[in-house]
């Protein structure tokens, strides 16, 4: 006799239970035996770790009926595979139907011939034992397949890295300043909204005939400021895009940094960020481009934001401190941190952390290449759960790019 482990198991759902006790007599020898008295019941014998082989299953059962049932079960990735025969007093042609467009593999009516229903269970365990094998042969194809598949995507990859790498880093960034642009249009809506009132203001005088010479010059002069400010935006986005046509000069690094800032400034904004700035008034200038070195900062802050996401209190500081002939930024924030792991890699070009389409793996790439053309260096201090800092070492005096 086999090992009662060994043997199939049948789950009998009915609420009737001499149904129950029935159907167990004529089973017992030959197979495992579960019992559930209602639909409910059944649904998590199924969907538990041990579920059964095949499912003996009653129509008319109160507040779930078995048509119910075998619908969630075949909803269900985890039981949708367990044969299910109707073992119910239905016996129209209409309900049959239905409980095999449902999903069912048999429909038996009550009275039940014991010979018929073993045949039948019989039957179709053979046919599940066989599709079984089938899946697990198929599964293990599969896994070939895609091992051979992961080896060809990564060749084919490693030569579109090599082939397009630039093309991909100028969309990545591209991205980058569709997401700047945001910022940079709420603050272009203040200077317009009061430059639009001080025109209404005028139209009004004008209609009225109630000019105010001295008030209007007022009014005027400070829209035109505004105007100058919308002017320095764009000029800023424009030069953002287009770094590479920038030279290197001499440049005042708080004004880099709080350029940087300002241009994240809607960001911070909403996700309610506090920017904690630490930069001394007699900061030397250094030589360098001052939209390359904007982009680091603003990549820095980009990626702070993501890892501040869960934090109850968010904090960026930036603070820099002179010595001798270099500066030296230290850029840090109280956020998620970053096991080792991942600290190794940042700034390898692709990789990255975020979900598939969220980025290309590329900021902290650019970071360290603008870093090198610089002639400084940066290095990174994380804690997984308490935050990350960078430090950031350049030149002062250096005479050439």
């Known amino acids: 006799m086999e090992n009662e482990s060994s043997l199939p198991t049948i789950l009998i759902v009915d609420d009737v239970p001499a149904n129950i006790q029935f159907l167990a007599v004529q089973l017992k020898s030959r197979y495992q035996i579960k019992i559930a ?26 507040e779930m009926d078995g048509y119910e049932v075998c619908k969630r079960l075949k909803g269900n990735p985890k039981t949708k595979n367990i044969p299910v025969f109707f073992v119910t007093a ?23 011939t014991p010979a018929i229903i073993n045949a039948r269970i019989k039957a179709h365990l053979e046919l599940k034992k066989y599709r079984d094998h089938l899946e697990q042969l198929v599964d293990e194809r599969t896994v070939d397949l895609a091992d051979a598949n992961i080896k060809l995507r990564k060749e084919i990859e490693e030569r579109i890295r090599l082939e397009k790498q630039e093309k991909i880093i100028l969309q990545d960034k591209f991205s980058n300043l569709e997401q700047l642009a945001v910022g940079l249009a709420h603050e272009v809506n203040q200077p317009l909204t009061y430059i639009n009132t001080v025109i209404q203001v005028a ?41 590479s046509e920038m ?38 200038p250094i030589y360098g481009n001052h939209h390359k070195l904007e982009q680091i900062f603003i990549n820095l802050t980009t990626n702070a934001i993501a890892a501040l996401q869960e934090q109850n209190e968010k904090e960026i500081t930036v603070a820099v401190v002179h010595e001798k002939d270099q500066v030296t930024i230290r850029f840090s924030d109280n956020g998620c941190g970053m096991v ?37 260096t940066i290095s990174c201090d994380s804690i997984p759960g308490r935050g990350t800092a960078f430090s950031i070492t350049l030149p002062l005096n250096r005479l050439e790019p």
């Open 37 to 62: 008295t209602s639909g409910e019941k059944g649904l998590h014998i199924a969907e538990s770790k041990n579920p059964p082989d095949l499912i003996l299953l009653d129509i008319m059962m109160p």
């Open 90 to 112: 239905m016996g129209e042609v209409e309900d049959e139907t239905k409980g095999l467009e449902l999903g069912a593999v048999d429909y038996i009516t009550k009275p039940v």
């Open 203 to 243: 139209i009004d005088s004008i209609k009225n005939d109630k000019i105010n010479p001295e008030k209007m010059l007022v009014k005027f002069t400070k829209a035109a400021a505004q105007v100058a400010r919308i002017i320095e935006l764009t000029n800023h986005l424009r030069a953002l895009r287009w770094p």
């Open 247 to 284: 030279q290197h000069e001499q440049v005042d690094l708080s004004a880099v940094i709080n350029d940087s800032m300002n241009v994240m400034n809607e960001p911070l904004k909403q996700h309610a960020i506090n920017l904690n700035s630490q930069i001394p008034d007699d900061l030397p």
């Open 340 to 376: 080792p792991e991942v600290q190794d890699k940042m700034f390898e070009a692709f990789f990255t952390t975020k979900d598939r389409g969220q980025g290309a793996g590329i900021g902290m790439c650019i970071v360290l290449d603008i870093v090198s053309e610089h002639h400084g």
